[in-house]
């Protein structure tokens, strides 16, 4: 038996939904349900639940998260995400949408789905394509709407018998006649929906946050434009963050703050922290420093707080978290110039299992766990600062096993007065086929000045395939 839905528009009842048996007997939504009672008797009619397809299509979002980060419900019976990068990770963009069509049948859900450059595009040819899975190449969007009925511009019913009456029965129809005429006939939103399946228009995609997500909203009676007014809703949005990530027991590792403005964009303020962290104090700090990068534009009247990254922690972290830790702790330290200067410039450096020198140490973050301790010639200490890559220098020694008695480089020359060594180091032959039979001597040397230099030479000075006995100056004490 046939089953549908019903809902009332205001002046009569109407079809909200029906199932495939309905479907298949012509009955679509929004047919008056006296008439498709009288098109097929004994229709099985029931209640539409609104508020409860709108619960069920938003977690149907959520779920679509899996393929894509960026997803919204559009209702009455759509998903939208935006799947930018993400569909190589399921093997393409017709092998992700195939995936999702059959677990959706699965759960009993009939699906057609589409990829276009514009969400109004992949609407259009989602519901009136004659395909269940369509993939516009890029620069294809105007072709492949091009044979559409206008109905698949998200028009109201109104407009689309108007343009019928006109004569418009397809995409292409409207998109070459005169806009003027349409446009005073028919209101600036005809073409608006025209622009936006094209491309011409932006069309913003708010998403849909995971279960798990911590967020928290603040909207405006008046649009806010200083960063005085940005810099009081930070602190309370954060205050509210914090007090949600301590009732979990976590710690906020990244932040997103986004600006709502009033003319429908949007700016996003990104911070990371270097641990796990829940003083507000600190996190509105790490905000409020970066205000001056936002354009505020005509007025924000939204601002919403992310918390897209969080770390559980540990009872004995809580103080800390809250922030009472030590005052010696450095983390808000490097939170502060990470988010001014960049994580690519704040970080330390560790200890790497290798003998050559500009391979013994890595850069990693600054906070990151302690790395095991390497064998490091201690009677042999390594400079401070190791010139990359090495300078070449002009030298005079006595081969095999000499140090240098001067040496001239960037056009200045340095007496040896002190020197120590040599210490032998042989190439890593397991990275390179060059470094086969490769040999470096070091000498730490001391010239007139009082400066200290590492310099070393290439070769051994017996065999020419261990080096071509050239100089160089590595590092500086």
């Known amino acids: 038996m046939p089953v549908v839905t019903r809902v009332f528009d205001g002046r009569r009842w109407v079809i909200g939904g029906a199932d495939a048996a309905a479907q298949g007997f012509g009955l679509r939504p929004g047919l008056p349900l006296a008439q498709a009672q009288a098109m097929r008797p004994g229709l099985a009619v029931i209640d539409a639940d609104p508020a409860g397809d709108a619960a069920g299509l938003r977690d149907v979002a959520a779920w679509c998260q899996g393929y894509a980060p960026l997803t919204a419900a559009d209702p009455p019976d759509g998903i939208r995400f935006d799947c930018t990068g993400a569909d190589h990770l399921h093997g393409g963009e017709a092998a992700m949408l195939a995936d999702i069509r059959n677990r959706l049948a699965r759960g009993g859900f009939t699906a057609r789905a589409a990829v276009a450059d514009t969400p109004g595009a992949a609407w259009a040819l989602a519901r009136h394509g004659n395909r269940p899975i369509t993939v516009v190449p890029p620069g294809g969007t105007a072709a492949a709407l091009a044979p559409l009925p206008v109905a698949a511009l998200r028009l109201p019913v109104e407009t689309v018998a108007g343009l019928d009456r006109l004569g418009f029965a397809r995409v292409e129809q409207l998109a070459a006649a005169p806009r003027g005429p349409l446009?005073?006939?028919?209101?600036?939103?005809?073409?608006?929906?025209?622009?936006?399946?094209?491309?011409?228009?932006?069309?913003?995609?708010?998403?849909?946050?995971?279960?798990?997500?911590?967020?928290?909203?603040?909207?405006?009676?008046?649009?806010?434009?200083?960063?005085?007014?940005?810099?009081?809703?930070?602190?309370?949005?954060?205050?509210?963050?914090?007090d949600a990530l301590a009732r979990r027991g976590e710690g906020a590792r990244r932040l997103d703050l986004v600006f709502e403005r009033v003319d429908g964009t949007m700016q996003v303020l990104a911070v990371g922290t270097a641990r796990p962290v829940r003083d507000p104090a600190h996190l509105a700090r790490l905000l409020a420093e970066r205000i001056e990068t936002i354009d505020p534009g005509l007025g924000v009247e939204a601002m919403t707080l992310w918390v897209p990254l969080a770390e559980t922690t540990s009872a004995d972290q809580g103080d800390a978290l809250a922030g009472a830790g030590s005052a010696v702790d450095p983390a808000p330290l490097i939170d502060r110039l990470v988010a001014r200067f960049g994580a690519a410039h704040v970080y330390r450096m560790a200890s790497v299992e290798s003998d050559v020198p500009e391979r013994s140490v890595a850069r990693v973050p600054a906070l990151s766990p302690p790395t095991p301790a390497r064998s490091w010639p201690q009677q042999r200490p390594r400079p401070l600062r190791l010139l990359t890559p090495p300078q070449p220098v002009d030298a005079i020694a006595l081969l095999p096993d000499q140090p240098p008695a001067a040496f001239t480089w960037r056009r200045v020359r340095h007496r040896v007065r002190r020197a120590d060594g040599p210490e032998r180091i042989f190439g890593e032959w397991w990275r390179r086929d060059g470094e086969?039979?490769?040999?470096?001597?070091?000498?730490?040397?001391?010239?007139?000045?009082?400066?200290?230099f590492w310099l070393y030479r290439s070769g051994d000075g017996v065999e020419p395939e261990t080096g071509n006995l050239a100089w160089f100056v590595h590092g500086i004490f």
Request: proline letters at 8%.
């Open 436 to 452: 086969m039979r490769a040999v470096r001597d070091y000498w730490a040397v001391e010239d007139e000045a009082g400066d200290r």
């Open 183 to 242: 446009v005073r006939r028919f209101g600036a939103g005809l073409m608006r929906q025209l622009d936006a399946a094209l491309g011409a228009v932006f069309e913003p995609l708010e998403p849909v946050p995971p279960p798990t997500l911590i967020r928290q909203r603040l909207t405006f009676v008046e649009p806010l434009a200083t960063a005085e007014a940005f810099a009081a809703v930070i602190d309370r949005l954060c205050r509210a963050v914090c």
